[in-house]
């Protein structure tokens, strides 16, 4: 079974540009993440969708950070216009809620943004 | 969700018992304990979870106080892949909240 697919891995990009991130999550799950992870930092939710719905933005700086999940599968985010401190490792995560408390969340490989 | 504490790093020789302690203190009774674990340059992966009771899985155990005040993770036979960051997280119904964890270091 195909994990949580991110894409790009790595993008660098001057101060002001656009980026776009990609996500796939796990066929079936309902549920997916985005994080923002600083070196030596746990990682930190900018937004958790259900399905299609964005059920928590709160962390997400509308400003700048847009995020759509458009028939409650694959979802972007997207950064416009990136600044110096946007530079971090973006994760998505997916999960399905299942017995006994487990809300198993599964990540992707991440993608590491320099914003120059 | 209730805040954790970790220490940030740690050591522990090949072949032995790596026992990883997290505080809860503030957990509420609904409030899971979670444990993840994150390998350089991947994203976490789930380890273990549990409630009240210890619980036991293929790659750890779990003891948490009869308080619920504290746990540990226990990797028996730690081996130089267990090398990676540890977060324990309080966990009821909304998100994650991850802390810096603990880096532990499997040394040869």
């Known amino acids: 079974e195909a994990g949580v697919v991110q894409s790009p891995r790595y993008k660098i990009i001057e101060k002001k540009q656009p980026v776009a991130f990609w996500c796939n999550p796990i066929s079936g799950h309902n549920t997916l993440y985005w994080y923002l992870q600083n070196l030596g930092q746990g990682p930190e939710l900018l937004i958790r969708?259900?399905?299609?719905?964005?059920?928590?933005d709160s962390q997400l700086p509308k400003d700048r950070f847009s995020a759509e999940r458009l028939k409650g599968v694959d979802s972007t985010l997207k950064i416009q216009p990136a600044e110096l401190g946007d530079s971090a490792v973006y994760l998505c995560?997916?999960?399905?809620?299942?017995?006994?408390?487990?809300?198993?969340?599964?990540f992707g490989p991440g993608t590491r943004l320099t914003v120059l | 969700d209730a805040k954790t504490t970790q220490p940030p790093s740690m050591d522990c020789a090949e072949g032995r018992a790596a026992n990883l302690p997290c505080n809860h203190s503030?957990?509420?009774?609904?409030?899971?304990v979670y444990w993840y674990r994150q390998i350089h340059s991947q994203g976490p992966q789930y380890i273990i979870h549990g409630l009240k009771n210890n619980e036991t899985n293929e790659m750890a155990s779990l003891i948490i106080t009869e308080d619920r005040k504290s746990s540990t993770l226990i990797l028996p036979h730690a081996t130089l892949r267990d090398t990676a960051v540890y977060y324990c997280?309080?966990?009821?119904?909304?998100?994650?909240?991850f802390g810096p964890g603990t880096r532990l270091s499997v040394l040869p």
């Open positions: 995560a997916s999960s399905l809620r299942g017995t006994g408390g487990l809300v198993e969340q599964f």
């Open positions: 997280i309080a966990y009821y119904g909304q998100n994650f909240v």
């Open positions: 969708y259900e399905n299609e719905e964005a059920v928590d």
């Open positions: 503030t957990i509420s009774g609904n409030e899971y």
